[in-house]
């Protein structure tokens, strides 16, 4: 169609005292429609014109209702024909169905519609906020990605569809309004002089899930980046200090792209709004980026290193999709990864250069590359690129895989092209496809060409196939060389191989030595099954580590002889932080898959006792966590508090209650860490100190420093009393700010009382709690056995609720997840299984799946493994 005029779309917001009415006026120029995407049988293809005779017109539409509409041929004058309307909800679409032939030619389309502004957090919907006075109040915000723009207007919704649009906002004059564009004109409503009709340039060229709008009440900061471009970050009003942050890294973070990828940012404005209400972290829409309050607000007084470096990524990961997703976009979902998984590797590469104090790529290996590698394990994970129809399963690959793996993927990609040829490839790929669509071929093709490596043949493996390689090393010396014999195989959670096909990838590999720890000694590609590899100049009592700062997409196994020979240097850290990291995660990983021994691990992570890098503890911590939860099942528990009390004391101890001046963001990090862990242990010291600090704190005579609130607050509610409960209770209804609600509420469930764990899901359900914050608040209870028999229970009681709520979206899927993986026994999966079957939930079908496929495995390491670990802790 040539033009696509959607008007009359009219949405009332009530607030307590006020009403809010915004009116929409949304003009849409289609162009460009790929072939590729009549293939698929959906839009058939039009370049401003109807290419052949036609009597109906299909849109994606949803929970909207037509008045009316008509198309008028551009050679017909005034006259214009009628359409017939027909629903058809199972595929959120709707057909206008004309009496008489539309004939090939340029014409245009006039949709009169009323749609809802819906409490679901997607299309247009309604956000609850609280005004300085305490008043509540709404503001009208927008969320298209991935179906939802059909929730607002007729469309065709889907990614290479694209068109410009010219919005126009109908909106009360005390409001702000944006939109994608800067403001082309703001007018008095000739009608009504309380209202303004405001109306914003046309967009460039682009995909509907990137058009968005929001109307309320803000404050604002801004500044104009090295190249001009206006930046402003939008906050709560009376607020605006805490958007300052934001700022400063977005005006730092849009010059550093446009040298990276060597184009320009193509819009002449970006804002940034914190949104109350909002299901996903942030969304990227072009020129407008929506956040979380928690993803873009800093209070220089009371936020914690944490979540200032959490901000910074965000930042970076969304205005790294003005290029790569918005400039450039993927065909259809199937591709989804091509924005996620590349945006969530660059946001990295963007604060290593803003914030080099976040050694940031270490935390990459714990927080993105283990993070993948735990999940395509499964035998329920899926492959990179995946087949995608209903909106439900497009829905569902918004997960670790999408992003996570496909940021670990990239990260190898660029160690294995160079730097230089992956910037000379990025830029030759977003300007060949700028503005259109593009596959995944297509980058592989660009990167291939700039490199003259065999991108596309090695990237296929990583990307068309589920899963990833465990790579098992044996060696021998021969004189000064060292020989290594590399084996793959798939690597597997259960340890046993699938029957259906055989797996094999080419891997870039990288080996370094004792002699020089930090730069490979060998690079080579493991295309085969077997291979032989001479690392050379190499003494008999060296190390030699294959996958050099865990850049690798793979799991490594060494011979237990081999592995004896890291130990002093994780003793004594000449084993870099990376490779010190990668090391005992692989080791976690292969004795819950039965392939070693989960006792053996343990005596190897004795040499960690002097670590002092906060992402190694924090990946030591998070699989330690994983066996504890295991052993609350046995009577070795308290054994296994004993082991990590004598672990993490030397560390917190020589870190101290309190900062110390110029100490760096990590070390900040790090405490949190120790002393949260040493909390939930039981330790006396560190139980006292908490209940100190805390009781002074509540009082007002020694309020906490923001960065050891976390581990005060959790220390105290596992070890806490109803008094205490109450207390945390009161602070959280104090707060004014959205990361200390967020903080306060994620802990209480910690608290062991059965009886207060039930008041904290019943209120997770409450008005007091954000719908997007829920989940996480019902995950809180899960620390115990008997918190996750209550948590599951709930969940089965109030899933009616819950599912109406969250269904069709992502927080759903991890609701499932914290309700249910951490069981331990088949009658368990079972019991799952059976709820499901007759509760379905398509967007976290899989999810349902692989949260089975986790109690399975756990079940089956309990049967192995947790006999012998308490005895191996109780003879320490």
């Given at each position: 169609?040539?033009?696509?005029?959607?008007?009359?779309?009219?949405?009332?917001?009530?607030g307590?005292?006020?009403?809010?009415?915004?009116?929409?006026?949304?003009?849409?120029?289609?162009?460009?429609?790929?072939?590729?995407?009549?293939?698929?049988?959906?839009?058939?293809?039009?370049?401003?014109?109807?290419?052949?005779?036609?009597?109906?017109?299909?849109?994606?539409?949803?929970?909207?209702?037509?008045q009316?509409?008509?198309?008028?041929?551009?050679?017909?004058?005034?006259?214009?024909?009628?359409?017939?309307?027909?629903?058809?909800?199972e595929?959120?679409?709707?057909?206008?169905?004309?009496?008489?032939?539309?004939?090939?030619?340029?014409?245009?389309?006039?949709?009169?519609f009323?749609g809802?502004?819906?409490?679901?957090m997607?299309?247009?919907?309604?956000?609850?906020?609280?005004?300085?006075?305490?008043?509540?109040?709404?503001?009208?915000?927008?969320?298209?990605?991935?179906?939802?723009?059909?929730?607002?207007?007729?469309?065709?919704?889907?990614?290479?569809?694209?068109?410009?649009?010219?919005?126009?906002?109908?909106?009360?004059?005390?409001?702000?309004?944006?939109?994608?564009?800067?403001?082309?004109?703001?007018?008095?409503?000739?009608?009504?002089?309380?209202?303004?009709?405001?109306?914003?340039?046309?967009?460039?060229?682009?995909?509907?899930?990137?058009l968005?709008?929001?109307?309320?009440?803000?404050?604002?900061?801004?500044a104009?980046?090295?190249?001009?471009?206006?930046?402003?970050?939008?906050?709560?009003?009376?607020k605006?200090?805490?958007?300052?942050?934001?700022?400063?890294?977005?005006?730092k973070?849009?010059?550093?792209?446009?040298?990276?990828?060597?184009?320009?940012?193509?819009?002449?404005?970006?804002?940034?709004?914190?949104?109350?209400?909002?299901?996903?972290?942030?969304?990227?829409?072009?020129?407008?980026?929506?956040?979380?309050?928690?993803?873009?607000?800093?209070?220089?007084?009371?936020?914690?290193?944490?979540?200032?470096?959490?901000?910074?990524?965000?930042?970076?990961?969304?205005?790294?999709?003005?290029?790569?997703?918005?400039?450039?976009?993927?065909?259809?979902?199937?591709?989804?990864?091509?924005?996620e998984g590349?945006?969530?590797?660059?946001?990295?590469?963007?604060?290593?250069?803003?914030?080099?104090?976040?050694?940031?790529?270490?935390?990459?290996?714990?927080?993105?590359?283990?993070?993948?590698?735990?999940?395509?394990?499964?035998h329920?994970?899926?492959?990179?690129?995946?087949?995608?129809?209903?909106?439900?399963?497009?829905?569902?690959?918004?997960?670790?895989?999408?992003?996570?793996?496909?940021?670990s993927?990239?990260?190898?990609?660029?160690?294995?092209?160079g730097?230089?040829?992956?910037?000379?490839?990025?830029?030759?790929?977003l300007?060949?496809?700028?503005?259109?669509?593009?596959?995944?071929?297509?980058?592989?093709?660009?990167?291939?060409?700039?490199?003259?490596?065999?991108?596309?043949?090695?990237?296929?493996?990583?990307?068309?196939?589920?899963?990833?390689?465990?790579?098992?090393?044996?060696?021998?010396?021969?004189?000064?060389?060292?020989?290594?014999?590399l084996?793959?195989?798939k690597?597997?959670?259960?340890?046993?191989?699938?029957?259906?096909?055989?797996?094999?990838?080419?891997?870039p590999?990288?080996?370094?030595?004792a002699?020089?720890?930090?730069?490979?000694?060998?690079?080579?590609?493991?295309?085969?099954?077997?291979?032989?590899?001479?690392?050379?100049?190499?003494?008999?009592?060296?190390?030699?580590?294959?996958n050099?700062?865990?850049?690798?997409?793979?799991?490594?196994?060494?011979?237990?002889?081999?592995?004896?020979?890291?130990?002093?240097?994780?003793?004594?850290?000449?084993?870099p932080?990376?490779?010190?990291?990668?090391?005992?995660?692989?080791?976690?990983a292969?004795?819950?898959?039965?392939?070693?021994?989960?006792?053996d691990?343990?005596k190897?992570?004795?040499?960690?006792?002097?670590?002092?890098?906060?992402?190694?503890?924090s990946?030591?911590?998070?699989?330690?966590?994983?066996?504890?939860?295991?052993?609350?099942?046995?009577d070795?528990?308290?054994?296994?508090?004993?082991?990590?009390?004598?672990?993490?004391?030397?560390?917190?101890?020589?870190?101290?209650?309190d900062?110390?001046?110029?100490?760096?963001?990590?070390?900040?990090?790090?405490?949190?860490?120790?002393?949260?862990?040493?909390?939930?242990?039981?330790?006396?010291?560190?139980?006292?100190?908490?209940?100190?600090?805390?009781?002074?704190?509540?009082?007002?005579?020694?309020?906490?420093?923001?960065?050891?609130?976390?581990?005060?607050?959790?220390?105290?509610?596992?070890?806490?009393?109803?008094?205490?409960?109450?207390?945390?209770?009161?602070?959280?209804?104090?707060?004014?700010?959205?990361?200390?609600?967020?903080?306060?509420?994620?802990?209480?469930?910690?608290?062991?009382?059965?009886?207060?764990k039930?008041?904290?899901?019943?209120?997770?359900?409450?008005?007091?709690?954000?719908?997007?914050?829920?989940?996480?608040?019902?995950?809180?209870?899960?620390?115990?056995?008997?918190?996750?028999?209550?948590?599951?229970?709930?969940?089965?009681?109030?899933?009616?609720?819950?599912?109406?709520?969250?269904?069709?979206?992502?927080?759903?899927?991890?609701?499932?997840?914290?309700?249910t993986?951490?069981?331990?026994?088949?009658?368990?999966?079972?019991?799952?299984?059976?709820?499901?079957?007759?509760?379905?939930?398509?967007?976290?079908?899989?999810?349902?799946?692989?949260?089975?496929?986790?109690?399975?495995?756990?079940?089956?390491?309990?049967?192995?493994?947790?006999?012998?670990?308490?005895?191996?802790?109780?003879?320490q």
């Open positions: 169609m040539p033009r696509v005029s959607v008007a009359g779309a009219r949405a009332t917001l009530q307590i005292v006020q009403s809010l009415r915004t009116k929409i006026v949304i003009s849409a120029e289609k162009r460009d429609i790929s072939q590729k995407c009549v293939k698929r049988n959906r839009i058939p293809p039009a370049q401003n014109q109807i290419l052949s005779s036609t009597t109906n017109i299909t849109l994606n539409s949803e929970e909207i209702e037509i009316s509409a008509c198309f008028k041929a551009a050679d017909a004058g005034d006259q214009s024909i009628n359409a017939e309307v027909k629903y058809e909800p595929n959120a679409t709707v057909v206008l169905s004309f009496p008489s032939s539309l004939q090939p030619g340029n014409g245009q389309l006039s949709i009169d009323t809802q502004l819906n409490d679901k997607k299309g247009f919907y309604r956000s609850k906020y609280l005004s300085p006075s305490g008043e509540e109040m709404y503001a009208a915000v927008t969320q298209f990605e991935a179906t939802d723009a059909r929730r607002a207007f007729p469309c065709w919704d889907e990614p290479a569809v694209k068109a410009t649009f010219d919005v126009t906002l109908v909106v009360p004059k005390n409001r702000v309004a944006l939109s994608n564009m800067p403001v082309k004109s703001e007018n008095d409503l000739p009608e009504d002089s309380a209202w303004k009709v405001v109306t914003y340039e046309r967009t460039p060229i682009m995909s509907t899930y990137l968005a709008f929001v109307v309320g009440e803000y404050d604002y900061v801004e104009k980046d090295a190249d001009g471009v206006m930046v402003r970050v939008y906050t709560p009003v009376g605006k200090e805490q958007g300052q942050f934001a700022l400063e890294v977005a005006v973070t849009l010059p550093f792209y446009k040298d990276y990828f060597k184009i320009a940012y193509p819009l002449p404005k970006i804002d940034l709004i914190a949104i109350a209400d909002f299901a996903a972290g942030a969304m990227e829409n072009w020129g407008l980026v929506t956040y979380r309050e928690t993803a873009l607000l800093i209070d220089p007084k009371n936020s914690s290193s944490k979540t200032k470096q959490w901000v910074a990524l965000v930042v970076g990961h969304e205005l790294a999709h003005q290029w790569f997703g918005n400039l450039v976009t993927m065909e259809w979902w199937t591709h989804l990864w091509l924005n590349f945006a969530s590797w660059i946001e990295y590469l963007c604060v290593d250069h803003c914030f080099p104090e976040f050694d940031i790529w270490t935390q990459f290996v714990n927080s993105d590359l283990g993070r993948a590698l735990e999940m395509d394990a499964l329920n994970s899926h492959a990179i690129e995946i087949p995608v129809g209903h909106p439900d399963e497009v829905d569902e690959i918004f997960d670790a895989i999408s992003y996570s793996k496909g940021a993927v990239i990260r190898m990609l660029h160690d294995y092209v730097d230089e040829s992956f910037r000379k490839g990025m830029n030759q790929y300007t060949k496809f700028k503005y259109k669509n593009a596959v995944t071929e297509d980058l592989w093709e660009s990167l291939g060409t700039a490199s003259g490596k065999p991108v596309l043949d090695v990237m296929t493996t990583w990307t068309k196939q589920m899963g990833y390689p465990v790579v098992k090393v044996t060696e021998r010396q021969d004189g000064s060389n060292r020989i290594l014999t084996t793959q195989e690597f597997c959670a259960n340890g046993i191989q699938p029957k259906d096909g055989s797996y094999t990838w080419m891997v590999v990288s080996i370094s030595a002699s020089n720890p930090k730069k490979p000694a060998v690079i080579t590609l493991l295309d085969k099954p077997t291979q032989e590899v001479t690392v050379p100049n190499v003494k008999p009592d060296e190390w030699v580590k294959v050099c700062e865990s850049v690798g997409v793979y799991r490594v196994q060494y011979t237990s002889e081999t592995l004896d020979r890291f130990i002093p240097a994780i003793k004594d850290k000449t084993l932080p990376r490779d010190r990291l990668g090391l005992q995660s692989d080791l976690f292969l004795a819950r898959a039965g392939m070693i021994s989960t006792v691990v343990l190897v992570v004795g040499a960690f006792i002097n670590e002092d890098n906060y992402t190694v503890w990946d030591l911590s998070s699989n330690l966590g994983q066996i504890s939860i295991l052993l609350q099942n046995t070795g528990y308290n054994d296994f508090k004993a082991f990590n009390k004598r672990l993490f004391k030397p560390v917190a101890q020589s870190l101290g209650w900062s110390k001046e110029g100490e760096g963001p990590l070390a900040a990090m790090l405490r949190d860490l120790a002393l949260t862990r040493l909390g939930k242990c039981g330790d006396e010291d560190t139980i006292s100190e908490a209940k100190k600090r805390f009781d002074a704190h509540v009082s007002g005579e020694s309020p906490l420093p923001a960065d050891l609130k976390g581990p005060v607050y959790v220390t105290v509610m596992v070890n806490g009393d109803e008094d205490a409960f109450n207390k945390i209770m009161k602070l959280y209804d104090e707060a004014d700010m959205q990361e200390e609600k967020v903080r306060i509420s994620r802990c209480m469930g910690s608290i062991q009382s059965d009886d207060l039930k008041k904290v899901l019943d209120f997770a359900m409450s008005d007091k709690v954000r719908s997007q914050d829920t989940v996480f608040v019902v995950g809180g209870v899960t620390g115990t056995v008997q918190g996750r028999e209550l948590c599951w229970q709930f969940l089965q009681d109030r899933w009616t609720d819950l599912h109406d709520r969250y269904k069709g979206g992502f927080l759903l899927s991890r609701l499932v997840e914290v309700s993986e951490n069981f331990v026994t088949e009658a368990r999966a079972k019991e799952v299984e059976k709820f499901f079957e007759s509760h379905p939930a398509p967007a976290a079908e899989r999810k349902i799946q692989q949260s089975v496929e986790n109690i399975l495995l756990n079940a089956k390491w309990m049967e192995r493994e947790s006999a012998k670990v308490v005895e191996f802790l109780r003879s």
